[in-house]
């Protein structure tokens, strides 16, 4: 009786939310993770074993993760400016920013993986304005092409690093930077010593959601370069899919999920820190 008179019923609200999660999602995963931990009704280790043991699965591991990286790192180009305007934006042209930002987030995957599949094709507006600018000589396709992939997924996943920045710098002071200079500070030093430092807690989180996101997206790599390039979550999707081989799309969903988890893990220890520093 006095355990429960000590619970905060304010804590009792998350209930509905982890009820669902548990059963949509903590079942699943479990059943997932038991699958690629027994073979032939035994529990072993061999799945993974083997898995670690093919050079192949190496080099689809290898692809994960740089797919992931070159993602996170382009939409991070593309979204700390866009960010840095949003928040230091007034009125109309802050509404306007914030529906050019989140509109396209109505818009399926599928959608703009095929429309993306219209721009990078040969005779795309890319290729056509890369020619027009004198980069390249002739015509030539992006599609079905590392860079495609990327600047494709970078579309679609730019706006979950927009909007953590975002939050985070229009808390910032522009005082502060004022009062850098009044003390002799040069721009440079500004940025990097006053406002990076504060801005860091929002583009960890914008990293990590990134990441995560990139690094297990099955439709766009499907539709933007195809079944030659695989990655984890392409090889889980065949196993389960075309090849009928539960222990290994289980296996590969588990390091899939480890490396997913691993990053969310880290980047909370790092907003954390940062964000006891500023």
Known sequence: ?????????????????????GLVYGLPLLNLLARALVVDGVPSLAGFVKFFSDPFDWIVIGNTLRIAVLVTLLSLAIGFPTALALARARGAAQALILVAIILPLSVGVVVKAFAWQIVLRRDGVVSQALVA????DEPQRLLFTEAGLV???ANVFVPFMILPIYSVVKLIDPRLGEAAATLGAAPAYRFFRVFLPLALPGIVSGIAFVFSMAVSMYVVPNLLIGDRFQTLATLTGRSFLLMRNEQL??????????????????SSALSRRFGGQS
Do not use: K, Q
């Open 1 to 21: 009786m006095m355990a429960l008179r000590r619970i905060d019923p304010v804590g009792l609200l998350v209930l509905p939310a982890v009820l669902y999660l």
């Open 133 to 136: 600018l004198g980069l390249w």
């Open 151 to 153: 600047i494709g997924a």
């Open 249 to 266: 799309g289980s296996t590969t969903a588990v390091v899939l999920l480890v490396l997913a988890v691993s990053v969310v893990v880290a």
